[in-house]
């Protein structure tokens, strides 16, 4: 059990710094996730019916996708 412990502190210890790098740019993190995600939706069903190659920031977004239910997208 000790060495679990072990490997689990030395984990976090490895960790933190970039953890806390993202608690204090949380939204710049956030940003980048964002256009991650706009960026692996482009050639897919939705994002070609959305546009999402013209999709610069969440306003774009929030203006262009319609608020939809799970049954929708099916």
Do not use: C
Not at 41 to 54: A, P, R, W
């Amino acid at each position: 059990m000790a060495i679990v412990s072990s490997l689990i502190s030395w984990y976090f210890r490895k960790r933190m710094p970039e953890l806390e790098q993202d608690f204090l740019n949380a939204e710049l993190r956030q940003e980048e996730v964002f256009k991650y995600l706009i960026r692996m939706g482009l050639h897919t069903k939705f994002g070609e019916e959305y546009d999402f190659k013209s999709i610069r920031n969440y306003d774009d977004y929030k203006n262009r996708i319609p608020v939809q239910s799970y049954e929708s997208l099916k």
